[in-house]
């Protein structure tokens, strides 16, 4: 950090151009510093670091050590007139990947971020942290890309190729409301293993692309996709692999609350993109018990 400062102050008199560089320069480093590293081994905790995962919950937050370090820069750049350091300040917002899809808080409140003991290693590198009882914890920003990722490559199938596979109870109600509202054709309870395969079955069908909540339950219908060589989009905990998956939702896959937000999500968005006319519930409809 003291060389990012000696390079502000010698490139202060430049102007504008030099003041840009180095606040990219600073907001790099604090991602670098603060956000979870991939090749950080996530395991379980002893006491002693249960009891650091617990104080990590009560440490600054990235946007306030952000702000911190912003305020610095400009206690530096004083010679630059104010309106261009308030310039500055919206350019460097505008880097961000646009608008949430919905408001971080409504992640928070669904679970979506809450995830097992167990993390893969597909799965480490959007753990942000330990909680105190040892659960991991997504990224709620990563959370909301991977979503908008998601959205993107569901958008470019059709209805009529898409199916989706849960058999997890806890997201039987949310899934049902996706396949009434788009049309795609929903396995809940059991997927009757072969019909993607078996051509002699009587129910035998292609598809394009095939949602897949859970990769260790509905393992069939992921194994089916993969031996046609069709499209997967998976959701994953932090206790699945990613393998398989042409792309992947990170997130709670076990409760109603976060499978409920997953699919409100995917259905709005996905009306919208088709211009599809449905009646869709609001949020609470969808994370209610």
């Given at each position: 950090m003291v060389d990012v400062i000696k390079e502000i102050e010698e490139n202060v008199e430049k102007g504008e151009e030099a003041i840009e560089k180095i606040v990219e320069e600073v907001e790099k480093e604090i991602k670098e510093k603060i956000a979870p590293k991939e090749s950080e081994e996530v395991k379980e905790l002893t006491q002693e670091e249960t009891e650091e995962a617990e104080k990590e919950s009560t440490e600054k937050t990235i946007e306030e050590k952000k702000k911190e370090i912003l305020k610095r820069v400009k206690?530096?750049?004083?010679?630059?007139?104010?309106?261009?350091?308030?310039?500055?300040?919206?350019?460097?917002?505008?880097?961000?990947?646009?608008?949430?899809?919905?408001?971080?808080?409504?992640?928070?409140?669904?679970?979506?971020?809450?995830?097992?003991?167990?993390?893969?290693p597909d799965m480490k590198p959007f753990v942000y942290r330990r909680r105190a009882d040892g659960l991991a914890i997504f990224n709620?920003?990563?959370?909301?890309?991977?979503?908008?990722?998601?959205?993107e490559f569901l958008v470019k199938f059709d209805v009529k190729d898409i199916i989706v596979?849960?058999?997890?109870?806890?997201?039987?109600?949310?899934?049902?409301?996706?396949?009434?509202?788009?049309?795609?054709?929903?396995?809940?309870?059991?997927?009757?293993?072969g019909i993607l395969t078996n051509i002699t079955l009587p129910n035998f069908f292609e598809n394009e692309l095939t949602i897949i909540c859970d990769s260790w339950l509905d393992r069939n219908a992921l194994a089916d996709t993969n031996i046609v060589n069709k499209k997967v989009l998976m959701i994953c905990d932090t206790n699945n692999f990613?393998?398989?998956?042409?792309?992947?939702?990170?997130?709670?896959?076990?409760?109603?609350?976060?499978?409920?937000?997953?699919?409100?999500?995917l259905t709005k968005e996905y009306c919208k993109a088709k211009n599809i006319e449905a009646d869709i519930p609001d949020l609470e409809w969808w994370t209610g018990e």
């Open positions: 206690e530096l750049s004083g010679k630059i007139k104010e309106t261009k350091t308030e310039e500055l300040k919206e350019k460097v917002k505008v880097k961000k990947k646009g608008e949430p899809l919905i408001p971080l808080d409504d992640y928070v409140k669904a679970g979506i971020y809450l995830g097992t003991k167990v993390v893969t709620t920003d990563i959370i909301d890309e991977k979503l908008k990722e998601a959205v596979v849960c058999k997890r109870e806890s997201g039987w109600k949310a899934i049902n409301k996706f396949s009434e509202l788009t049309g795609v054709r929903a396995f809940t309870k059991k997927y009757p293993a990613s393998k398989g998956a042409d792309k992947f939702i990170i997130g709670n896959n076990k409760s109603v609350k976060s499978l409920g937000i997953i699919f409100y999500l």
